[in-house]
């Protein structure tokens, strides 16, 4: 047999090579893949991260144009919105005028699998036994100096997983506009 009669003869896979290759493939894609798949804990961590980083913005737009923002959280649609009194009369409406005015996030919906609620936890410390956002009619705002409406107004906003009942997070605002973000843990709870 000539040299190019074996080469020809070699030059591809054979079936079974393809198969074995696509099993060992198959078997390192169901190894990996898990891990890069985000926890419950993790995607209510971000949602939380994100309100938190919304409510500063909102906060900070209220100082720099020196008119009042509000913040309203929808609980039935898993929205919320912040608003900007554009116009200076001292009233917000929550038009589409008013959310483009702020131009920080306008409305933003919660991920999927995460929602406004409690899961297993309680309340944190000091702040009321019930509810899942506790801000005077679901929402929060900022007069033009940074501080929360009516004066002394304090509140959270607690997301939780649909899925695991101890992966929930707490948004609190204290009177002076402050954010504090706090985490539910099974074991030793709010932090």
Do not use: C
């Amino acid at each position: 047999m000539s040299r190019t009669t074996l080469l020809r003869a070699r030059s591809g896979f054979t079936i079974i090579e393809l198969l074995m290759v696509v099993a060992v493939v198959g078997i390192m894609m169901s190894i990996i893949l898990p891990k890069f798949r985000i926890s419950e804990k993790t995607e209510v961590q971000l949602a939380g991260i994100q309100l938190a980083q919304d409510l500063d913005v909102s906060r900070t737009r209220a100082l720099s144009t020196r008119e009042m923002v509000r913040v309203a959280f929808k609980t039935g649609t898993r929205k919320y919105g912040g608003y900007l009194d554009e116009d200076g009369d001292g009233t917000i409406v929550e038009s589409d005028a008013e959310w483009q005015a702020l131009r920080g996030f306008g409305v933003r919906t919660l991920p999927d699998r995460v929602t406004y609620g409690r899961g297993a936890a309680g309340a944190i410390p000091g702040d009321a036994p019930s509810g899942e956002v506790t801000f005077p009619n679901a929402r929060i705002e900022f007069d033009p100096r940074g501080l929360t409406m009516p004066m002394g107004t304090r509140g959270v906003v607690y997301l939780a997983s649909e899925n695991d009942p101890y992966a929930v997070v707490a948004i609190q605002v204290t009177p002076s506009g402050n954010v504090r973000f706090w985490t539910y843990k099974q074991v030793g709870g709010w932090q």
